[in-house]
DNA sequence: ATGAAAGCGCTAACAC
DNA sequence: GTGTTAGCGCTTTCAT
């Protein structure tokens, strides 16, 4: 019932036809045009040939082929997001955000997950192929190259949570300075004597950029820090703290590169060490996973704002496509949440919102 | 340089012409069809041409439209893969694999992230246009019949971690029935006499098949069973265990139909109630997501193998693409992973691979 | 091995 | 308002 009958018989090897205008056009009696105009918005169609079509359309099972359309219109509605692996609570978030947004402004997300490290871009490549209209690099440890390639080719891009040098791609991300030098001047607050950092990717900008911040105020101040990289990574990051820990002077403040590495230490230090986490050390992270406001966790951290970050992205992406803007970088500021993971400084706590949050 | 003199201008509004095929032939002097080949892996074509169809191709920049390809072969490579909010990392971890799957077999992604309750479908419906090759549907909760909707168009369909009763749609799943039951036992073995089940969504299989098992064995056993329902959150979660810690009479052994779940409730007992998780009480949960062997947590809980389901259900559309399978349900077999927040049976477990498991 | 020609299913002028 | 006519960029016979 839904083969239409002048039709050439199907090819072998090829799937099944779907009904197309042609056929729907054929059983209402118009013209196939007149069928595309009915599935065209501001098209202008009576309503006595709209029903007719309709009707036709549903009889058959009709569904625009949005393949199709793309091809005339040079437009997917569709946009390439990768992503590194979703271990990282943090990248749930994001994903999860830039789903919603990129949802409610019309855009369908083609995901392309890839490892945070290694591998160059074998099947990205193709990604591009499919003729998305944009593309959000989150955190992408990629060679920015690639960002800068689509550019050229007139692709907008945007990365998210990661700044390129020399690179004209507009991005997104979190207060990195603002935020790792506020965690330090924090946890001096807190009269804290000896300190460490565990940084993540040493290629990721997020992890030097945090870096840097917290390490020069915490110089300034005259105060020994340590440092370990655990590349992102929860085990890597439990090895780190033993390592720190376990040392002859073992730090008294921790500040990892992110959330998720600072739960994977908060967990060394309390099991394997016998630490009281809040008194004996301070440990605090950079993310504000959902989970560090969990009671096993009680994490200090620096808050990126997920949502207001993925708004962002996807309103530079509208932007770009609309042409209005070629893009710049923007950082969206974030707050120092205070919680039972670090001590408490004698000044500078602040309630907001049932959240301390601290503003000297 | 990169635009064909022979062409006409560019019609406004569109966006920027990229190079075509057509282009190529120009520029390398041979037909479009020679390029055409060029780029089919299978193509008789000579060594000579191939380099000169390649060289223009490189100076053009030019990039095959798979868009106009999946036009005509129907085929776009592209699965669609519905999936609840990925804050339970039980669906980051299921993404994570299907993505990896996905692409080993040479497939991308068209993500659709749809809110576990509530809206129908308005969006998804959608993504059907976009003639993906197939669909993936992760423990949605959406009604049923669109899965059937598609298969009858001919739409390969796996459902993954979900089974819909009269439904003749493909899926994988975990050990429902199996692993709830064996968790009753678990627990009756550690001789607790007050037990409680939490369920999810009570729309949803997982949830009714695990309580069902587990309450069967527990009343044949003949002790009293209380129940609450929390939907799948972590919130609702953390106001049943309220509830249940804070009656007259509360259980002594909690049996949460996810790992999510149990998390929150494990949360509540400690820091609401002080109590020492594993000894006054018992706490398992379902699925072993990543964190559940975080030594804050230390969660027993019944193994869903993501990795394992993934590559079944990748395995089942790659089979329905094939042809060669109209796909039926399996069931993926699980272990429960004896941890610290569950007393410890007397008999029964096994150390398998670093891990205790209870196999009596 | 290569080119010409005919579409894939749709949109977009352009006449009527 | 509606039909007609060209294509979008590519794959695929079919000749050569």
Same mark, same amino acid.
């Given at each position: 019932m839904?083969?239409?009958?002048?039709?050439?018989?199907?090819?072998? #090897?090829?799937?099944r036809r779907?009904?197309?205008?042609h056929?729907?056009?054929?059983?209402?009696?118009?013209?196939?045009s007149?069928v595309?105009?009915?599935?065209?918005?501001? /098209?202008?169609?009576s309503?006595?040939?709209?029903?007719?079509?309709?009707? +036709?359309?549903e009889q058959?099972?009709y569904?625009p082929?949005?393949i199709a359309? &793309?091809? !005339?219109k040079?437009?997917?509605? !569709?946009? #390439? *997001?990768v992503?590194?692996?979703?271990?990282?609570?943090?990248?749930?978030?994001v $994903?999860e955000?830039?789903?919603?947004?990129?949802?409610?402004?019309?855009?369908? !997300?083609l995901?392309?997950? +890839?490892?945070?490290?290694?591998t160059?871009?074998?099947v $990205?490549?193709?990604?591009?192929?499919?003729?998305?209209d944009?593309? !959000?690099?989150?955190?992408?440890?990629?060679?920015?190259g690639?960002?800068?390639?689509?550019?050229?080719? #007139?692709?907008?891009?945007?990365?998210?949570?990661r700044t390129?040098?020399?690179?004209?791609? =507009? =991005?997104?991300?979190?207060?990195?300075?603002g935020?790792a030098?506020t965690?330090?001047?924090? $946890?001096?607050?807190c009269?804290?004597?000896?300190?460490?950092?565990?940084?993540?990717? @040493?290629t990721?900008?997020?992890?030097?950029?945090r870096?840097?911040?917290?390490?020069?105020?915490?110089?300034?101040? #005259?105060?020994? *820090?340590q440092?370990?990289v /655990?590349?992102y990574a929860?085990?890597?990051?439990?090895?780190?703290a033993?390592?720190l820990?376990? &040392?002859?002077a073992?730090?008294?403040?921790?500040?990892?590169a992110?959330?998720?590495m600072?739960?994977?230490? %908060?967990?060394?230090a309390?099991a394997?060490?016998?630490?009281?986490?809040g008194?004996?050390?301070s440990?605090?992270g950079?993310?504000?996973?959902?989970?560090?406001a969990w009671p096993?966790?009680?994490l200090?951290?620096?808050?990126?704002?997920?949502?207001?970050?993925?708004?962002?992205?996807?309103?530079?992406?509208?932007?770009? %496509?609309?042409g209005?803007?070629?893009g710049?970088?923007?950082? *969206?500021?974030?707050?120092?949440?205070?919680?039972?993971?670090t001590?408490?400084?004698a000044?500078?706590?602040? @309630?907001?919102?049932? @959240?301390r949050?601290?503003?000297p």
């Amino acid at each position: 019932m839904a083969s239409s009958p002048d039709r050439p018989p199907q090819k072998t #090897g090829l799937p099944r036809r779907a009904p197309t205008a042609h056929d729907v056009a054929a059983l209402a009696g118009v013209s196939q045009s007149a069928v595309s105009r009915c599935f065209t918005p501001g /098209a202008s169609i009576s309503d006595d040939t709209r029903r007719r079509v309709q009707a +036709a359309a549903e009889q058959l099972g009709y569904r625009p082929n949005l393949i199709a359309r &793309s091809l !005339i219109k040079r437009r997917s509605t !569709i946009i #390439g *997001v990768v992503i590194p692996g979703l271990q990282n609570p943090f990248y749930s978030s994001v $994903l999860e955000a830039l789903s919603a947004d990129l949802a409610a402004a019309g855009y369908r !997300i083609l995901l392309f997950n +890839a490892p945070a490290r290694g591998t160059p871009d074998p099947v $990205l490549d193709e990604v591009l192929n499919y003729r998305v209209d944009a593309l !959000i690099l989150v955190s992408s440890t990629l060679s920015s190259g690639l960002a800068d390639e689509c550019q050229n080719i #007139g692709l907008p891009v945007v990365q998210l949570n990661r700044t390129a040098e020399r690179s004209t791609v =507009s =991005s997104v991300v979190g207060d990195n300075h603002g935020g790792a030098a506020t965690v330090a001047r924090f $946890l001096l607050a807190c009269e804290h004597q000896r300190f460490a950092f565990i940084a993540g990717l @040493e290629t990721a900008s997020t992890s030097r950029e945090r870096e840097a911040a917290f390490l020069a105020t915490i110089e300034e101040a #005259g105060k020994p *820090v340590q440092r370990a990289v /655990a590349h992102y990574a929860f085990d890597e990051a439990q090895t780190a703290a033993r390592m720190l820990l376990g &040392s002859d002077a073992p730090p008294d403040a921790i500040f990892c590169a992110n959330d998720y590495m600072a739960l994977a230490v %908060l967990g060394v230090a309390r099991a394997e060490f016998g630490l009281t986490v809040g008194r004996d050390i301070s440990i605090a992270g950079f993310d504000d996973l959902p989970m560090a406001a969990w009671p096993e966790f009680s994490l200090t951290t620096f808050r990126q704002p997920v949502r207001a970050m993925s708004a962002r992205a996807v309103a530079m992406i509208d932007a770009q %496509l609309q042409g209005t803007d070629s893009g710049r970088s923007e950082v *969206v500021a974030g707050d120092l949440v205070v919680r039972g993971s670090t001590r408490v400084p004698a000044y500078g706590v602040v @309630e907001v919102e049932n @959240e301390r949050v601290w503003r000297p």
